[in-house]
């Protein structure tokens, strides 16, 4: 029952979802949304924002904080921040596509901003967070259509 309780807010692979950001927690998530789920975005790993990289993940350069701030700045600036750390953000909606969960509660997807274009590229792009081969983040942002960047 409680693995269920857990698993109540990870979209079903495949399923194209809208994402109100309204707070972070790191560079790679999780994104809190005001329609329910909490992202991890899909194929890439940052730093914790304790600094630590786990065991087995690819480990950028940039800090946790840093890309946790890159993050925030993509998804519309910094509006406060809650008791539990978590950075308040009032962004603009996201169009995302789930690859499942990601561990407890969080869904693995693919989001795109209407004003940065996809949001797992855009981190990667901008040095914050390394592509993970293993989920396929070393073809994400080569691939076209949807969650390709266009200027």
């Not at 309780?5 to 979209?11: E, F, Q, R």
């Not at 790993?45 to 993509?74: F, K, M, Q």
Request: proline share 6%; hydrophobic share 35%.
């Amino acid at each position: 029952m409680l693995l269920l309780l857990l698993l109540a807010n990870a979209v079903a692979p495949g399923t194209t979802f809208t994402c109100t950001p309204v707070a972070v927690w790191d560079g790679d998530g999780p994104i809190w949304c005001a329609e329910g789920p909490r992202i991890r975005l899909a194929g890439i790993a940052a730093r914790e924002i304790d600094e630590t990289c786990r065991p087995g993940h690819p480990c950028p350069s940039a800090s946790g904080r840093t890309a946790r701030d890159y993050l925030v700045s993509l998804l519309g600036g910094a509006r406060g921040t809650r008791r539990t750390g978590h950075v308040v953000v009032r962004g603009p909606r996201l169009t995302c596509v789930s690859n499942g969960s990601a561990r407890g509660d969080r869904t693995g997807a693919l989001c795109r901003s209407p004003q940065t274009g996809d949001l797992s590229c855009a981190m990667v792009r901008g040095g914050y967070a390394l592509a993970w081969k293993r989920y396929g983040g070393d073809r994400l942002c080569k691939s076209a259509g949807l969650f390709s960047r266009r200027r």
